[in-house]
């Protein structure tokens, strides 16, 4: 999109979401292929190749082309074309990078995975990242360790592929951090599961083809009765029941679920039964890695489009930028920022050798989450009333990047999860 000039876009009345690619003339933008922030810049770490930076350049083409032109369209009707959007990256390679070349994924470490999350931050909202985030760290990582051929072959490949949208049902109505509590039962009869619950929340939920689903299978202890399996979205008995309107992340749709008697094969579990906590436990490592990989190329573009439209802007018969207290701010934001990048790769690295990075992943979703609300919020204020409008980018993240503190285990639980592996934690049982 053109970008526009300030003093015209005061009279401009947006419609839902619309928002300009930028309030600043073209040559004071900066492009994410710049060295300073882009795929040039991406060679200077360590764990990262010239294959990494191919595989973004061809991302970075499908969401110049295929994605970003229609963000305003899909923000305005509160909903993106999952299906569309997940073929065109799957015909690409983009939804099965780190996994298995037998159901048609690229069979790359995870160190390309989050190559891929770090380039999804170049489309210019929130709700898509999060939704191909969701295909490719979050409902599927248990399947592709843990499933079995069948279940692999039935809702893995064809996810990668992009034929189908996956969701993730974990969070209910009294538990979203506390995964512990959820109460949808999954009980054996004659070959197959007979589910009853609801979810919550629920990210592509109604787009989705299949639902990674956690329940309890069985009476006992709340972190060994409970179980992963796949469930199709059209068996009798799932009730998509709405779309629930959020702050922020407007085009990614977000439903509650209802499942009455819905009955599928025992065959569709993934894994052990009784194992489905600690899977999903495995699987919220690479889904917190996402998020904090996610998060860079949007902090790292507000700062800079802030630092663009502060040089121009004045006030007091002076830049805005030349205030103290301004500039001083922005070199302590992207200080931050370049933290939070470091301690993604380390952990990137690590992950891809195989170690345990649970600890340092839980510090990459809590610095995310933290460093979202401080950029936008701090970013949106220098811009003043241009900056409270729909039709700048900066009050566009500063609704969709809140959720970065919310989702995938909320900053308080990260806190909890880092005391814990610092051995902090208070152990009431211990008392």
Same mark, same amino acid.
């Given at each position: 999109?053109?970008?526009?000039?300030?003093?015209?876009?005061?009279?401009?009345?947006?419609?839902?979401?619309?928002?300009?690619?930028?309030?600043?003339?073209?040559?004071?933008?900066?492009?994410?292929?710049?060295?300073?922030?882009?795929?040039?810049?991406?060679?200077?770490?360590?764990?990262?190749?010239?294959?990494?930076?191919?595989?973004?350049?061809?991302?970075?083409?499908?969401?110049?082309?295929?994605?970003?032109?229609?963000?305003?369209?899909?923000?305005?009707?509160?909903?993106?074309?999952?299906?569309?959007?997940?073929?065109?990256?799957?015909?690409?390679?983009?939804? %099965? &990078?780190?996994?298995?070349?037998?159901?048609?994924? =690229? *069979?790359?470490?995870? +160190?390309?995975?989050?190559?891929?999350?770090? #380039?999804?931050?170049?489309?210019?909202?929130?709700?898509?990242?999060?939704?191909?985030?969701?295909?490719?760290?979050?409902?599927?990582?248990?399947?592709?360790?843990?499933?079995?051929?069948?279940?692999?072959?039935?809702?893995?490949?064809?996810?990668?592929?992009?034929?189908?949208?996956?969701?993730?049902?974990?969070?209910?109505?009294?538990?979203?951090?506390?995964?512990?509590?959820?109460?949808?039962?999954?009980?054996?009869?004659?070959?197959?599961?007979?589910?009853?619950?609801?979810?919550?929340?629920?990210?592509?939920?109604?787009?989705?083809?299949?639902?990674?689903?956690?329940?309890?299978?069985?009476?006992?202890?709340?972190?060994?009765?409970?179980?992963?399996?796949?469930?199709?979205?059209?068996?009798? %008995? &799932?009730?998509?029941?709405?779309?629930?309107?959020? =702050? *922020?992340?407007?085009? +990614?749709?977000?439903?509650?679920?209802?499942? #009455?008697?819905?009955?599928?094969?025992?065959?569709?579990?993934?894994?052990?039964?009784?194992?489905?906590?600690?899977?999903?436990?495995?699987?919220?490592?690479?889904?917190?890695?996402?998020?904090?990989?996610?998060?860079?190329?949007?902090?790292?573009?507000?700062?800079?489009?802030?630092?663009?439209?502060?040089?121009?802007?004045?006030?007091?018969?002076?830049?805005?930028?030349?205030?103290?207290?301004?500039?001083?701010?922005?070199?302590?934001?992207?200080?931050?920022?370049?933290?939070?990048?470091?301690?993604?790769?380390?952990?990137?690295?690590?992950?891809?050798?195989?170690?345990?990075?649970?600890?340092?992943?839980?510090?990459?979703?809590?610095?995310?989450?933290?460093?979202?609300?401080?950029?936008?919020?701090?970013?949106?204020?220098?811009?003043?009333?241009?900056?409270?409008?729909?039709?700048?980018?900066?009050?566009?993240?500063?609704?969709?990047?809140?959720?970065?503190?919310?989702?995938?285990?909320?900053?308080?639980?990260?806190?909890?999860?880092?005391?814990?592996?610092?051995?902090?934690?208070?152990?009431?049982?211990?008392?």
């Amino acid at each position: 999109m053109n970008a526009r000039v300030v003093s015209k876009l005061f009279f401009r009345v947006p419609h839902r979401g619309r928002c300009v690619a930028s309030a600043l003339p073209p040559t004071a933008r900066r492009l994410s292929t710049d060295k300073s922030s882009g795929q040039e810049g991406f060679l200077d770490q360590a764990i990262f190749s010239h294959e990494h930076v191919e595989l973004r350049r061809s991302l970075s083409k499908i969401i110049e082309n295929d994605i970003n032109p229609h963000v305003d369209e899909w923000e305005d009707v509160g909903m993106f074309p999952a299906h569309q959007v997940f073929k065109k990256l799957g015909d690409a390679g983009f939804l %099965g &990078v780190n996994r298995p070349q037998e159901y048609g994924g =690229l *069979g790359l470490d995870y +160190s390309y995975n989050v190559a891929v999350a770090e #380039e999804l931050g170049n489309i210019r909202c929130g709700g898509v990242p999060m939704a191909i985030g969701v295909q490719t760290d979050m409902a599927t990582p248990a399947l592709a360790r843990f499933g079995s051929d069948l279940v692999k072959r039935e809702f893995l490949a064809p996810s990668i592929a992009g034929d189908k949208v996956a969701c993730l049902g974990v969070c209910e109505v009294g538990a979203g951090s506390d995964l512990s509590g959820i109460k949808t039962t999954a009980k054996k009869t004659a070959g197959d599961y007979v589910i009853n619950g609801g979810k919550m929340w629920i990210t592509n939920g109604l787009q989705a083809d299949w639902m990674c689903l956690l329940a309890n299978t069985s009476e006992g202890l709340p972190y060994r009765n409970k179980s992963l399996i796949c469930v199709p979205m059209d068996s009798p %008995g &799932v009730h998509k029941v709405k779309n629930i309107e959020k =702050l *922020g992340m407007w085009c +990614s749709d977000t439903a509650q679920i209802l499942l #009455e008697d819905v009955r599928v094969p025992q065959t569709y579990l993934i894994g052990e039964e009784g194992m489905g906590f600690t899977y999903q436990m495995v699987q919220a490592q690479e889904e917190r890695l996402w998020v904090a990989a996610a998060s860079l190329l949007p902090l790292q573009l507000l700062i800079e489009e802030t630092v663009q439209y502060t040089k121009h802007r004045n006030i007091f018969g002076q830049p805005i930028l030349d205030n103290q207290t301004v500039h001083f701010k922005l070199a302590e934001l992207q200080t931050e920022v370049e933290s939070l990048r470091s301690l993604v790769y380390r952990a990137t690295g690590m992950h891809a050798q195989g170690k345990e990075v649970g600890h340092l992943a839980s510090m990459a979703k809590l610095k995310a989450g933290r460093l979202a609300r401080d950029v936008t919020d701090s970013c949106l204020q220098y811009w003043g009333g241009m900056g409270y409008t729909a039709e700048v980018l900066v009050s566009r993240f500063y609704r969709d990047l809140r959720f970065f503190s919310i989702g995938a285990g909320a900053d308080e639980l990260m806190l909890s999860l880092i005391a814990k592996y610092m051995g902090t934690l208070p152990n009431p049982s211990a008392k």
